[in-house]
């Protein structure tokens, strides 16, 4: 098993330290490093200067939002990337959700399977740089032909030569045919919350995935010998993610707590949610939800835990960070010390 530092996307400020944090993970030994971005701090920014004070640890974007960008945008970016960290990029991405998709970046959220597929035979093409690119799709077409086109564009190839002709990408994805196609055309799957207890529910959508497939799953982890104090952070992210990310009728996350047996409580949380009652939704998760997608607790207790993670088909841990520095430096080490 591998580890990972997810330093998430930045709040009302830019993340403190973050990158000694990532310093400090590379000499621990930690696989790879990970920035993320919602409607704030783009992800790309922080790995850019990440990747220039570092030297082995995989620099990667987890996730990268697919509408934020074009295919060949995403592209020409990841290229520049992979030149500047000699070759340690990975791409996380992901479709985000309708609120965001179509609230801030004023597209369509529909069909966003196809979408996905389609970015990414784009994608690489564009890194491949074997021919000049060229794509008619249904959401993508390169050149451009639709309504008010010139006529003019022209099938184009990058004028940067890429490191590598393939950049590795892993796809951030909640639903049975999203982890279906992470499986059968990306790299790896990057799941936000997952159990090792409940792996089983993802059997069919990971069927077809090959040996080296790739498993990166968030996990918080928290050292505190007061475990109801340890579980906390965990129940205010799951209360945030049911009642505020996603719309009550179309909420991506409640699904997946559905899938996982958590359907009833979901619902609970979310409704509490929507009538203003944070802190009752707060207190409302599960704690056996939290503990199961979490290491959280005494050290003890962790290093037990830690066990089932490693009989688990998951790759890498890629641990949260919500702490001070110093914190999330004694956790890291820690956590090196027992995985690796």
Known sequence: MKLGLHLGYWQKHPTDRFIELAQQAERLGFDSVYTAEAYGSDCFTPLAAIA?????????????????????????????????????????????????????????????????????????????????????????????????????????????????????????????????????????WMPIFVSPYRMGIFDESL???????????????????????????????????????????????????????????????QDLWYEGKHEEAIKAVPDALVDEISLVGPKERIRERLQDWKKSPVTTIMMGHRDHYETSVDTMEFIASEVL
């Open 52 to 188: 220039t004070q570092t030297s082995k640890i995989r620099v990667c974007t987890g996730v990268m939002q697919l509408s934020a960008r074009t295919p060949a945008c995403a592209a020409t970016t990841a290229i520049t990337l992979d030149h500047l960290s000699n070759g340690r990029l990975c791409l996380g991405v992901g479709v985000s959700g309708p609120q965001v998709v179509e609230g801030w970046y004023g597209q369509q959220f529909k069909r966003p399977l196809e979408r996905t597929r389609e970015w990414l035979d784009i994608f690489r093409q564009v890194v491949a740089r074997e021919k000049p690119v060229e794509f008619s799709g249904k959401q993508y077409n390169l050149p451009y032909n639709g309504p008010n086109s010139l006529g003019l564009g022209k099938p184009l190839k990058s004028i940067t030569h890429p490191l590598r002709k393939k950049i590795p990408v892993f796809l951030g994805a909640e639903g049975p045919k999203n982890i279906a196609l992470a499986a059968e055309r990306f790299d790896g």
């Open 207 to 269: 069927a077809n995935k090959p040996d080296d497939f790739e498993i990166n799953a968030m996990v918080n982890v928290i050292v505190n010998d007061n475990l109801e104090e340890a579980m906390f952070p965990g129940k205010m992210t799951m209360a945030l993610y049911l009642g505020g990310m996603g719309a009550k009728d179309e909420n991506f996350h409640q699904n997946l707590m559905g899938r996982m047996g958590f359907g009833d409580e979901a619902q609970k949380v």
